[in-house]
Nanobody, 116 residues
Framework: QVQLVESGGGLVQPGGSLRLSCAAS????????MSWYRQAPGKERELVAS???????EYVGSVKGRFTISRDITVNTVYLQMNSLKPEDTAVYYC??????????WGRGTQVTVSS
């Protein structure tokens, strides 16, 4: 019954910014952590950023200093603020949530394209 819905993707020029949102619904026990993954064509899915319920964040090295993950626990929504975007950031971005009781849930993804 848990559903994750990503939004905010789109086409942006290099150096531009986008803010992704992931709204989670249907959880009865909440989430211990929420993350953003991305997958570019022909490449494996990689973890971009994660945040625990306590607010501890982690980032892949290629986005440090440019991306910021945050979460509004009251509405079970996680955000990814992406600044100084580069063409290599182009990918489908997926939201992932870890249930406090074990299961892992995934959104369907939102396309981010960075191009001139």
């Amino acid at each position: 019954q848990v559903q994750l819905v990503e939004s905010g993707g789109g086409l942006v020029q290099p150096g531009g910014s986008l803010r992704l949102s992931c709204a989670a619904s249907g959880s009865r026990s909440g989430f211990s952590a929420m993350s953003w993954y991305r997958q570019a064509p022909g490449k494996e899915r990689e973890l971009v950023a994660s945040i625990t319920r306590a607010g501890i964040t982690e980032y892949v090295g290629s986005v440090k200093g440019r991306f910021t993950i945050s979460r509004d626990i009251t509405v079970n929504t996680v955000y990814l603020q992406m600044n100084s975007l580069k063409p290599e950031d182009t990918a489908v971005y997926y939201c992932e949530a870890d249930s406090v009781v074990g299961p892992q849930y995934w959104g369907r993804g939102t396309q981010v394209t960075v191009s001139s």
